[in-house]
């Protein structure tokens, strides 16, 4: 079943990304999640489709509740949540990979807003996998037709990574 856009949140305040470039401003964080939650409406209207929120386990529910008050956000469910995705939108999560194993279509989101650690980490799967990258600093049109054919014609990509980076045997994933 592909019944759901299935987005994945990144932590902004990474203890990473904090060791390297601090903590955000205020004001900073509240435009990135008002472009970010702009976006998200506007492709869930586009694609005509529920959009789930999945926030890390380390996150606040609660918190996160607060920041995407238009749509359901859940927590431990994200395995679930990509299952059932018809399509998979985050940033450098590693639960991208389990998308990509799905092959699921997958959209990346950017932003200058989130800093270098993540402008930095959000290059591997566009690079690795040539999935679709889009940048919420701008407006985006979005064109039904257009998307869904740019996001289709990419999921062949999907079949070289498993094959050369997640399976690592004929009929075996790299992990035991």
Same mark, same amino acid.
């Given at each position: ?42 492709? =869930?209207?586009?694609? +005509? ?8 386990? +380390?996150? @606040?529910?609660? &918190? ?19 299952? =059932? &995705? ?6 450098? @999560? @590693?639960?991208?990979?389990? &998308? ?26 566009? +690079? &690795? ?41 004929? +009929? @075996?994933?790299?992990?035991?």
């Amino acid at each position: 079943r592909q019944k759901y856009i299935t987005f994945i949140d990144t932590n902004l305040e990474h203890e990473t990304k904090i060791e390297y470039e601090g903590k955000f401003d205020k004001k900073r964080l509240e435009t990135y999640y008002q472009r970010l939650n702009n976006f998200l409406l506007k492709l =869930e209207r586009v694609l +005509n489709r529920k959009l789930i929120i999945c926030v890390h386990p +380390n996150y @606040s529910l609660e &918190a996160s509740k607060r920041i995407y008050k238009k749509f359901k956000v859940v927590k431990y469910q994200t395995e679930k949540y990509v299952r =059932e &995705a018809f399509l998979c939108v985050g940033f450098s @999560s @590693s639960s991208i990979i389990d &998308a990509i194993f799905l092959k699921k279509r997958i959209l990346i989101l950017d932003s200058i807003l989130m800093g270098k650690h993540h402008n930095d980490t959000n290059k591997i799967y566009p +690079n &690795a996998v040539n999935v679709l990258k889009l940048s919420i600093d701008n407006e985006i049109y979005l064109k039904k037709t257009d998307l869904l054919n740019e996001l289709n014609k990419r999921i062949k990509n999907n079949d070289k990574f498993i094959k050369k980076k997640i399976k690592v045997e004929k +009929n @075996s994933i790299g992990v035991r």
